[in-house]
Nanobody, 118 residues
């Protein structure tokens, strides 16, 4: 069973930066995408960013375009989310997601808290 371990969350002031990491282990198949979702208190989980493992193509939610950058290291099955110009609205639990095929629910990490204060 795939295991995803996130790290890098924390608390920052508005305008600050954080870098999240997601390390996947026990991956015995080709990965389609690795990505990030987030869930703020009282809200549904929403897509943030994803990257195609094979081509490196990146996908972003409109709310984070130009501020967040997703990347990956295929050799160690790890994805990163560089978050710059953070806003209080970015406060949420961030979850790593790994998909084996397009449209798959995929596997989830345990989540890491990001808190941005004004």
């Amino acid at each position: 069973q795939v295991q995803l371990v996130e790290s890098g969350g924390g608390s920052v002031q508005s305008g600050g930066s954080l870098r999240l990491s997601c390390a996947a282990s026990n991956v015995l198949f080709n990965i389609y995408t690795m990505g990030w979702y987030r869930q703020a208190p009282g809200k549904e989980r929403e897509f943030v960013a994803a990257i195609r493992q094979g081509t490196g193509r990146e996908y972003y939610a409109d709310s984070v375009k130009g501020r967040f950058t997703i990347s990956r290291d295929r050799t160690i099955n790890t994805a990163y989310l560089q978050m710059n110009s953070l806003k209080p609205d970015d406060t949420a639990v961030y979850y790593c997601n790994l998909k084996r095929i397009k449209g798959d629910e995929g596997s989830w990490g345990q989540g890491t808290q990001v808190t941005v204060s004004s």
